[in-house]
């Protein structure tokens, strides 16, 4: 074990996490990172105890990735309500390509990530799974890597995921069996379709691109970019990647605010970094809802002309029983983007 990855409260080894403060400060606030003072962690392989690699499962979200132009939508859904799934499903089907489905803070305990997908699904979605090392050790994070397999989920995203202290449930046991980019590995061998993330404004920055590439020699074909200011810093963060020789398919993030309550969650996510007056603009505007949507939009359309992006990741979420309104608000972007008219995988 390294010293970095010793003094980490994730126990990462392929350190550090997109939550790492400006000032080089643990997201728990009370260290510095581990990881910011040292060089880039190059790629440990797990020891294998699996059977294999599998052969990539078949899934049109690559096709749609080629094309280019994808919109992945946050799922905003109540947690552990079956019926907020299939309403809200019912409202983002026609207008987006894929919704991605992690956790948030505020509600950490959520149906399994296998049982989601399914019920996403089911309510005529292409499910595109968060899954996190936080609250899941190796084996049970393989079996659920298992099970969506079996499935035919979409997508998984690996994440480490933020500290059981940040959210609803400070109570819990944080396991951190893995991190990001060992569950990315396994996500592979498991034939999925596997994305990764990145935060080009968190500490180092200098080193964030060099840590990506190590990531995505895992065989994850897809980047989730984190909020980092808009489109010059996702420019120059996609050039940076792709002159180390990597090519992935970068989903940008795009904040999706339509008031007060949706700020403030926007805001509480590790590394979030907005566009210069990207917020006054919506807040203060007669009708702030038709101002993030128009935003949303224009951002969108920005981020998808640089090379590399193929498409993006309308990110955020709504206060408690506002799940539907800002379901309408996704999809009003989707449309706008043009999803509401859908292209097929093979052209």
Same mark, same amino acid.
């Given at each position: $074990? ?9 126990? $990462? ?10 000032? *080089? ?8 990172? !581990? ?27 690559? *096709? ?16 552990? +309500?079956?019926?907020?799934? #299939? ?11 894929? =919704?991605? %489905?992690?956790? !948030? ?17 089911? %309510?005529?979605?292409?499910?595109? #799974? ?8 190796? =084996? ?13 989920? +979409? ?6 995921? +933020?500290?059981?202290?940040?959210? &609803? ?15 990315? /590995? ?8 596997? &994305? =990764?993330? /990145? ?17 995505? &020699? #895992? ?10 200011? *808009? ?25 999706? =605010? ?42 969108? /359309?920005?981020? $998808? ?34 999803? +509401? ?7």
């Amino acid at each position: $074990m390294s010293t970095a990855t010793a003094a980490c409260p994730k126990h $990462m080894v392929h350190g550090p996490c997109g939550g790492v403060a400006a000032d *080089g400060t643990c997201e728990l606030g009370d260290r510095r990172c !581990s990881f910011v003072d040292v060089p880039v962690v190059l790629r440990h392989p797990l020891a294998d105890g699996a059977a294999g690699t599998a052969e990539p499962a078949p899934t049109d979200l690559r *096709g749609l990735l080629r094309r280019g132009r994808v919109v992945v939508a946050d799922f905003p859904g109540v947690a552990l +309500d079956a019926g907020s799934v #299939t309403a809200v499903g019912r409202v983002l089907a026609p207008s987006v390509h894929a =919704v991605l %489905a992690g956790d !948030s803070p505020r509600s950490r305990v959520q149906f399994p990530p296998a049982y989601r997908a399914a019920l996403l699904r089911a %309510a005529g979605l292409r499910a595109w #799974t968060g899954l996190n090392c936080r609250d899941r050790n190796r =084996v049970a994070l393989e079996g659920e890597l298992a099970a969506l397999a079996h499935l035919g989920v +979409d997508a998984v995203h690996c994440v480490t995921g +933020d500290h059981p202290a940040l959210g &609803s449930r400070a109570d819990a046991a944080a396991v951190f069996d893995l991190d990001s980019t060992q569950l990315a /590995e396994l996500a592979v061998r498991a034939g999925l379709l596997t &994305s =990764v993330g /990145e935060s080009p404004t968190a500490p180092p920055h200098d080193q964030r691109a060099a840590r990506l590439v190590e990531k995505l &020699s #895992t065989g994850a074909e897809v980047c989730f970019v984190n909020h980092c200011g *808009g489109l010059a810093p996702v420019r120059a963060f996609l050039a940076e990647v792709r002159d180390r020789g990597a090519d992935p398919w970068f989903l940008p993030c795009v904040p999706v =605010v339509t008031d007060v309550a949706s700020a403030e969650l926007l805001a509480s996510f590790p590394g979030f970094v907005l566009p210069p007056g990207f917020l006054e603009r919506i807040l203060r505007a007669a009708d702030p809802e038709e101002a993030g949507v128009a935003a949303a939009v224009e951002l969108s /359309e920005e981020l $998808m002309t640089v090379p590399g992006v193929a498409g993006v990741n309308l990110s955020g979420g709504s206060a408690p029983g506002a799940e539907l309104p800002f379901a309408a608000a996704l999809a009003e972007i989707g449309r706008r983007l043009g999803v +509401d008219a859908p292209i097929s995988a093979d052209g």
